[in-house]
């Protein structure tokens, strides 16, 4: 079982970028791969701002964060992954390009590499079958934000084989993570039981039954809830909330997960969350 070294990822954004910072933190190399070289260089700002605060708690020294800073490259090509030994694949939550990038990438990288998904709703076996090795490909949904939750879903496909899965879960625990084996169903664990949750709360605000802070604090006082289910959504992304509900939706054909409407206005009005500035709550 060749030793995981090099490790690529795909998409700089909210959850590529915590993802690249927790492997170089843990001592692996780092190609991070964007197309769009301006959210290449807001993905590593972001990287270097959030291990400026890890500093700043006394979590980091400054040379462990120069060290794993010189660890990461960048790059807007998919051919630079050429030589990695698993790349996890963090972009948009659209199965049409996710299937692209995974078909991409199995042309460009060694026929060892383990191709990992850090889809938080959509089939491994359905991405699997875009590639010609779906016994490599597999699920490691990390959790947001990725320097400080330690949950890894790792999901496995219906091709997925025992080597890659062990290889995964050794790497999980590298990167000071807790794997949790789960199978391949639409939402997975977390999101099957979050999302109706957090679209809960936004049909007790869309329906006026409390304000946002109201319904944040009920959840946070009553159910000991760390923070409340309108600011984790706004974290979490709106936009991405309403594509794994879609998914849930599509794949059970069950009324439950249908998007609340006001989400649905929320994020055509580009009130994405913490990431615009602006979402059930104002970050400006």
């Not at 954004?13 to 959210?39: C, K, N, W, Y």
């Not at 359905?126 to 879903?153: C, D, W, Y």
């Amino acid at each position: 079982m060749t030793e995981i070294k090099r490790i690529g990822v795909v998409g700089a954004g909210t959850m590529g970028h915590g993802i690249s910072q927790v492997a170089a933190t843990s001592g692996f190399e780092v190609r991070l791969v964007d197309v769009v070289p301006v959210a290449l260089e807001n993905g590593l700002s972001k990287m270097g701002r959030s291990l400026d605060k890890l500093v700043k708690k006394e979590r980091l020294t400054a040379e462990q964060k120069d060290a794993a800073l010189s660890r990461v490259e960048s790059s807007t090509e998919l051919a630079s992954l050429a030589d990695v030994d698993l790349v996890v694949e963090a972009v948009v939550e659209k199965v049409e390009i996710k299937q692209q990038v995974l078909a991409e990438l199995d042309e460009v990288c060694s026929a060892e590499c383990v191709l990992a998904t850090n889809t938080s709703s959509i089939s491994i076996t359905r991405l699997a079958a875009a590639t010609s090795r779906p016994h490599q490909v597999i699920g490691m949904h990390f959790m947001n934000p990725v320097p400080l939750m330690k949950l890894v879903e790792v999901i496995r496909g219906l091709a997925t084989d025992q080597q890659t899965y062990e290889r995964v879960e050794a790497l999980t625990r590298q990167l000071g993570k807790t794997p949790v084996e789960v199978f391949d169903s639409p939402g997975f664990v977390s999101n099957r039981v979050l999302l109706p949750m957090i679209n809960e709360a936004i049909f007790c605000l869309h329906e006026g039954v409390g304000e946002a802070a109201a319904i944040d604090e009920v959840m946070q006082l009553g159910m000991n809830h760390p923070m409340g289910p309108l600011a984790l959504a706004d974290l979490i992304g709106l936009d991405v909330c309403l594509d794994i509900l879609n998914v849930l939706y599509r794949e059970f054909k069950d009324p439950k997960f249908r998007a609340c409407p006001l989400l649905v206005k929320t994020v055509d009005a580009g009130r994405l969350g913490r990431k615009s500035g602006r979402g059930f709550y104002d970050y400006a």
